[in-house]
């Protein structure tokens, strides 16, 4: 998703299913644009025993 507010623009990711996260806040200044960004993969929490019991994969 991208947001414009006057020269400055502000961008998030929508999550998918990687759980990956990207933020920009840039500015706009004619032809250029600056500013930063930063990005993070989030890891899923390890599973309990009894949550691999459950699945049927692990079986």
């Given amino acids: 998703m ?3 507010h006057g020269d400055r623009l502000t961008a998030r990711s929508v999550h998918g299913p ?3 996260l990207l933020t920009m806040d840039l ?3 004619g032809n250029v644009v600056t500013g ?3 990005d993070a ?3 899923r929490a390890p599973e ?3 949550d ?3 699945d049927p ?3």
């Fill in 2 to 4: 991208v947001l414009q």
């Fill in 18 to 20: 990687d759980k990956s």
């Fill in 27 to 29: 500015v706009v200044d």
């Fill in 36 to 38: 930063t960004w930063a």
């Fill in 41 to 43: 993969k989030y890891e």
């Fill in 48 to 50: 309990s025993e009894a």
């Fill in 52 to 54: 691999r019991e459950r």
């Fill in 57 to 59: 994969a692990d079986r």
